[in-house]
């Protein structure tokens, strides 16, 4: 599985878009302590789910699920701008990153994409910002942007996970870093490589690895078994036959979904407005949920740790 995508940098693009505002820091309270400390409990054993949510309503749907922890899409957030995935700037993805802690009583694990920067101090700066939104995880990818040159060379990825480390260290540590081999989704195949830089980065300091693209179940088992006893994040993005219980049963510790829902929910939208665009049929609202029943859910505020 490859993925060509054309993207903004990140790294040069920093400034909020229009009715999203930057975020300089957020109090980091007793209550986000809390969730980082459930959040690194979660990690220990078992297997949980951690779905995606995109935005404020749907974590707070997710969480009324009885979900343990929930964590950020950037291509659904991206998507409610307007924008492609790796489309965002840094100050949107911060400024996202505290609506949903505000927004939950779970713990929040932000998808961080490589860290809005290309050197080290940078990327430690900003890490740092993200810290400060209350989340109690997140991830660097060993993604570049650059299509011709789209993973960095393994000693440059290290080094960013060692900075990112050390930043989040400086923060008191509680916060999961979460260290990311993106190259299975750049068509670059080899699982042993996977499998070299996943082991490469828990050396590093990251909590728990993660290589989204892996789907066969002796790959799987291949890398709990190379990270172990860190824990592996596994990404179900798409149908799969593999049930939950099964991704447990090769040793997965966590299971996201990427923008998975996110996608489900683009998916009836435009299925819907294509139909009454297209052929003047109003079929496409069959399954729409009721407005009443949506604001009834919606009616009390959430109870969150601000």
């Known amino acids: 599985m490859s993925r060509k995508r054309s993207r903004r940098d990140p790294a040069a693009e920093t400034n909020a878009a229009p009715g999203v505002e930057p975020v300089g820091s957020a109090k980091v309270d007793a209550k986000a302590s809390e969730r980082r400390q459930t959040f690194r409990e979660l990690h220990r054993s078992g297997c949980f789910v951690i779905p995606n949510p995109w935005d404020a309503g749907s974590a707070r749907y997710l969480e009324s699920l009885n979900f343990k922890a929930l964590a950020t899409t950037s291509s659904g957030f ?24 505000r ?40 993604s570049t942007g650059d299509e ?16 990112a480390r050390a930043a989040i260290d400086q923060s008191g540590g509680e916060t999961l ?3 990311r081999a993106e190259g299975l989704l750049w068509g670059q195949p080899g699982i042993d490589e996977i499998e070299a830089r996943l082991r490469a980065y828990s050396d590093a300091g990251a909590d728990c690895l993660y290589a989204p693209g892996v789907s066969k179940p ?10 172990a006893p860190k824990p592996l994040n596994l990404l179900v993005h798409a149908s799969s036959p593999l049930t939950v219980s ?10 996201s979904v990427g923008g998975a829902l996110a996608r489900v929910a683009w998916g009836a939208f435009t299925r819907a407005a294509s139909m009454l665009a297209e052929q003047g049929s109003f079929e496409g609202f069959v399954d729409a949920a009721p407005g009443r029943a949506i604001n009834a859910f919606f009616a009390d505020p959430p109870d969150s740790a601000g």
């Open 78 to 101: 991206a998507w409610t701008l307007g924008r492609p995935d790796y489309g965002i700037t840094r100050d949107m993805a911060l400024t996202h990153f505290e609506q949903l802690c």
């Open 103 to 142: 927004s939950t009583t779970l713990p929040v694990n932000a998808d961080f994409q490589n860290g809005f920067a290309r050197d080290e101090a940078a990327l430690s700066e900003n890490v740092l910002l993200a810290v400060a939104t209350g989340i109690a995880g997140l991830s660097i990818e060993d």
């Open 148 to 163: 011709l040159h789209p993973i960095y060379d393994l000693d440059v990825a290290i080094a960013r996970l060692k900075a």
């Open 177 to 179: 870093l979460v260290g």
């Open 218 to 227: 002796d790959h799987i088992a291949q890398l709990v078994k190379a990270v």
């Open 246 to 255: 099964q991704i447990e049963a090769l040793g997965v510790r966590r299971v």
